[in-house]
């Protein structure tokens, strides 16, 4: 997991296998925010899920948060060769979400 | 649609020299601007951030200054690179602090 872990993680799985990623974070946070970046190119958002929420869908996506445990995980059902790339979560620490803290990352390849 | 643009896309640069990296965001006023920094293989670190023209927060102090001489500009810069600085810049922005940042495609720098 990212964090609780100081380096980039790694995970090779198989195409159409389905997969989590965790992260746990140490300082208070009102949001977890997803990101995905593939080689070479800026973070994309993916997903965003707030303190008040435990799970949060979209797509092929799941994330869900514990804040007791201060532990979010982003899943991925049915991946593909195209969803290789590095996952990040990020908090705002309670501050501004503009202002965020990113993990370590897990670095995710899908063989095809 | 809003719109961010970096450039330039990579510099090689020798140790020394002055360095200045751009971005622009079209389509959207006084969006909140940011700076992040990625060491290769590492993780984003927020350098700066801005909320409006003229005004600019340090959030990690690495040698570098950035301005915002424009609503919609906002401009990294350093008089004089170190090794250390070398990596993967990337400008984001956000409607307010409510919404996490949007990236660009970055600026690959080489420093040598």
């Known amino acids: 997991s990212q964090w609780g872990e100081e380096n980039l993680q790694a995970l090779s799985i198989q195409e159409g296998e389905d997969v989590t990623m965790n992260c746990s974070y140490k300082t208070y946070t009102t949001v977890v925010q997803w990101y995905r970046q593939k080689s070479g190119k800026g973070p994309a958002q993916l997903i965003l899920i707030r303190s008040n929420e435990r799970e949060k869908r979209s797509g092929r996506l799941r994330a869900t948060l514990d804040t007791s445990s201060q532990s979010s995980s982003l899943s991925i059902t049915g991946t593909l060769a195209t969803d290789t790339a590095v996952y990040f979560c990020a908090t705002d620490r309670g501050s501004a979400l503009g202002r965020l803290h990113f993990g370590a990352g897990t670095q995710l390849i899908v063989i095809p | 649609a809003q719109t961010i643009h970096q450039w330039p896309v990579a510099e090689i640069k020798a140790v020394g020299s002055p360095l200045s990296l751009g971005c622009t965001i079209k389509?959207?006023?006084?969006?909140?601007l940011y700076w992040y920094w990625q060491a290769t293989g590492g993780t984003l670190q927020q350098l700066f951030y801005s909320i409006t023209v003229g005004q600019v927060e340090s959030v990690v102090q690495l040698n570098l200054s950035a301005s915002r001489p424009k609503d919609d500009q906002f401009i990294l810069s350093t008089e004089k690179l170190l090794l250390s600085h070398s990596g993967f810049y990337l400008c984001?922005?956000?409607?307010?602090?409510?919404?996490?940042?949007?990236f660009g495609e970055g600026t690959r720098l080489s420093v040598l």
């Open positions: 984001a922005w956000s409607l307010n602090n409510n919404q996490a940042p949007l």
């Open positions: 389509g959207k006023s006084s969006p909140n």
